[in-house]
Nanobody, 128 residues
Framework: VQLQASGGGSVQSGGSLRLSCAAS????????IFWFRRSPGKEREGVSC????????YYSDSVKGRFTISRGNAKNTVYLNMNSLKPEDTAVYYC??????????????????????WGKGTLVTVSS
């Protein structure tokens, strides 16, 4: 199982970025894909996920309405479109998957230790 996040960068407040998560070694459309982030001095937190069974999506309250998770046409890529970025969105963003955990409305409180497979993160910096 391999996951690779990319697309991070530096933007000004109000800007947009699109993160990509390239998956290999498993069927990404058969398992949920999670996006987590770790802000400086904080624990890693769940941001969004997309469910495998029906592609339902879930978001933490902090990003709801601004971020959109979606699967690419090739199905081995999952995107996180981030709009109206704020300085508090500054973090290293990780994509992840797990063969037993569920993607649901509890993404914001999901503990990262229940997720088995992680990609290397990509840094997003939002300046005011």
């Amino acid at each position: 199982v391999q996951l690779q996040a990319s697309g991070g960068g530096s933007v000004q407040s109000g800007g947009s970025l699109r993160l990509s998560c390239a998956a290999s070694g498993f069927s990404p459309h058969s398992y949920p894909i999670f996006w987590f982030r770790r802000s400086p001095g904080k624990e890693r937190e769940g941001v969004s996920c997309i469910r495998s069974s029906d592609d339902n999506t879930y978001y933490s309250d902090s990003v709801k309405g601004r971020f959109t998770i979606s699967r690419g046409n090739a199905k081995n890529t999952v995107y996180l479109n981030m709009n109206s970025l704020k300085p508090e969105d500054t973090a290293v963003y990780y994509c992840a998957t797990d063969f037993e955990s569920s993607c649901n409305g509890g993404i914001a409180t999901m503990k990262d230790y229940v997720v088995d497979y992680w990609g290397k993160g990509t840094l997003v910096t939002v300046s005011s």
